[in-house]
């Protein structure tokens, strides 16, 4: 009996404070959902105002995570608070648990700060094609600790924003043109006015290519079995690859039409027959051993003879 009093007892006491706190609770939750709805709303706005002011997709897209996440740390403190949660103890919960997941995430911090810097010095935006960390590809997205970049395969290459900005990165989009430098060789008994003539022909005749700066073909090494020429110009980037590859197979057409010689390394392979070598080398050691021997018999049957003679 003693313990059904105590059963009754304990459970109308927290039936009574459960019925107290229900207000608190339900306040709770309808500020938790209407918050919610309001900042997808408040998110959506912004996200609107950025696409027709014409922003760069990257400050658009970190703009708009660092409100909507902002946004929600402000509501679940409000929440928590609903529920009857001390202010002060709740910062200072909070206060330890940002120290702890600091040093525990580091890494993401550096990342995060590396986002802020690609925000604001803008060494690329999205669209442009970069190399950084041996990657190469055109920018897809930059969030606040990852950068994502689209191989010339058709690749995902995700790199973390910390990295990048501690590291060099080159730009090939930014100036709107490009430069290129293609090498090719040419024999040693090779006219080089005729082959330059040829290819600088070649690089006019293209209208992609820039005629200011003009088009060069130069001397650019005398190496062991050519003599390299490096043909120079300036293009637009959505024409420079077209150019740059058409430039390549037309030269060696060109040149060749022309009776200029393209060197390939050559190298000559010699055949020894070894067994031959050694079995000479053995019927000369035998023929030695053998004109040893018949020496020793010849000296051997001459002190017979004198000693037969003295006797």
Known sequence: MKYLDNWE??????????????????????????????????VKYIRKYFDKKDYDPTLENFAVTLTNWTL??????????KLGVETTSLVAIIGAAGLAIGLALQ??????????????????KVGDFIEAQGVSGTVK???????????????????????????????????GKRKD????????????KLAKDILINLMAEQEQIF????????????ADSAVNL???F???????WNCHWYTIEEAKTRLEAAGVGIPFPQRDVHFYNHSENIREENNKDNKEDNRKENKEVENSEDNEEGYKENN
């Open 141 to 175: 997205e930059t969030t606040l600790f990852y950068t994502k970049l689209t191989t010339f395969g058709n690749q995902l290459a995700v790199i973390p924003n910390g990295q990048l900005t501690n590291d060099n990165i080159i730009n090939y989009t930014v100036e």
């Open 234 to 240: 300036w293009a637009l980037n959505e024409d420079f």
């Open 181 to 192: 430098a293609i090498t090719i060789g040419i024999s040693y008994d090779s006219d080089i």
């Open 107 to 124: 890494g993401s911090l550096s990342n995060f700060a590396g986002g802020v810097l690609i925000i604001v010095l803008k060494p690329f």
């Open 72 to 81: 929600k740390i402000i509501l679940f403190i409000l929440v928590i608070t």
């Open 230 to 232: 490096s043909l120079r």
């Open 9 to 42: 007892k304990y459970a109308t006491e927290y039936t009574d404070k459960f019925i107290d706190f229900l207000p608190s609770l339900l306040f709770a939750l309808f500020l938790l959902i209407f918050g919610l709805w309001v900042i997808n709303i408040f």
């Open 211 to 222: 005629t200011d700066p003009a088009p060069q073909v130069v001397v650019t090494e005398l």
